[in-house]
């Protein structure tokens, strides 16, 4: 993987993982670190799923792709609140 994916990977999981923390409600105690790392895992988990039904390469945006995305990241970060709390 070349520099550029790498860089396109941490903003693609920042928006992803942004996204998620908006969908889930009230106050998330994680940093933006982990933020970052649930919207990547999220993206990578997401673009599989969406290429396994087979909506991942559309014409126009690839909304259902993102929406699945999204969907993971809520999920990561409520689980991952959730853990951490409890500590």
Known sequence: MEISGI?????????????????????????????????????????????????ADTKGPDWIEWLIQIALAAVGISALDRARSRR
């Open 7 to 55: 860089i396109s990977a941490i903003v693609i999981g920042l928006i992803i993982g942004v996204l998620g923390r908006l969908v889930v409600p009230g106050r998330q105690h994680i940093g933006i670190l982990w933020t970052i790392v649930v919207g990547i895992v999220a993206a990578l988990i997401g673009s599989a799923i969406a290429a396994g039904i087979g909506v």
